[in-house]
């Protein structure tokens, strides 16, 4: 059984339909890229599966199981965890601190043992802080662990928003754009830690992405997505030399290449 499948799913924003019947699986333990033109519903797809929209039509499972009667609040509970294009993390708050808040579906004491400060409550804190420090020594955080998010670059801020995606030790990561104005060095670690990720943690991570560079050398499937409409589906070699790949790109000034800096 696949871990997550897209089953002929369509969503209209108005007159736009920004996905359109739309049908793909993600295996467990995979890569899975979706790439496409601006506006081709990436992003959409990715607020589908976490439930920020309800289709029009089609129907999203994940482990065998529809999602479409679950909220945006219980998606984490399933084990689905996701970073967002525009970074969002509690800007006013610590490395450590945002990393503990994608803890939470692992908090099991309610607010009165926490207040009263029971022994298991103890012990529980004391489990979340040894997987966010298990986070923070993957990602090479330690260096900002007490440094507030308002303060950090960019290319940072975006490791500490897969940090706190990874703290919540999902089944399936969902990864926006992790390389989007990265440096070349910084887009090499995300390809090094998304291979680790998949290899060494054993979660599957859908991943929406840009670079082509970063995509052909993590990804086991691609999918091309133009105008909400499927293009191709396979291998990157496949999918990169497909026609209507080829024609969606062309004209596009999408920014394939990267300059070193
Ligand atoms: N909340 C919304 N309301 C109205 N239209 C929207 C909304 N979100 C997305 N769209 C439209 O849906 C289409 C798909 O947008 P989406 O953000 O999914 O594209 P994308 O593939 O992620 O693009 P990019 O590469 O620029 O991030 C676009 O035409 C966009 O303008
Ligand atoms: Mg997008």
Do not use: C
């Not at 736009?16 to 019947?21: E, T």
């Not at 959409?44 to 065998?64: C, H, K, Q, W």
């Not at 926490?114 to 802080?129: I, S």
């Not at 999918?239 to 000034?253: C, D, L, M, R, S």
């Amino acid at each position: 059984m696949s871990l997550l499948e897209i089953d002929n799913v369509t969503l209209r924003f108005g007159g736009v339909v920004a996905v359109n019947q739309v049908s793909f699986s993600v295996e467990e333990g995979e890569v899975f890229a979706i790439v496409g033109p601006n506006g081709a519903g990436k992003s959409t797809l990715f607020n589908l599966v976490s439930r920020f929209y309800d289709p029009a039509e089609g129907d999203i499972r994940f482990d065998g199981k529809s999602i479409l009667s679950l909220g945006s609040h219980e998606i984490a509970g399933l084990g689905i965890a996701r970073t967002f294009q525009n970074i969002e993390l509690f800007e006013q708050a610590t490395v450590l601190q945002n990393l503990l808040v994608g803890r939470h579906r692992h908090r099991k004491s309610n607010l009165v043992s926490q207040a009263l400060f029971l022994p298991g409550v103890r012990e529980e804190e004391r489990q979340h802080r040894q997987a966010v420090e298990q986070v923070i020594d993957f990602l090479d955080l330690q260096a900002y662990r007490e440094k507030y998010i308002a303060g950090l670059p960019y290319g940072v801020r975006k490791v500490v928003e897969m940090g706190r995606a990874l703290a919540l030790e999902p089944r399936l990561l969902l990864l926006d754009e992790p390389a989007s104005g990265l440096s070349v060095e910084e887009t090499q670690d995300v390809a090094f830690w998304v291979e680790d990720i998949k290899k060494q943690m054993g979660i599957t991570v859908l991943m929406v992405e840009h670079d082509m560079h970063l995509v052909a050398s993590v990804s086991d499937r691609v999918l091309a997505l133009a105008d909400g409409k499927m293009l191709a589906l396979g291998t990157p070699p496949e999918v990169q030399n497909h026609p209507a790949v080829v024609e969606a790109y062309i004209g596009t000034t999408e920014a394939n290449e990267k300059v070193p800096a």
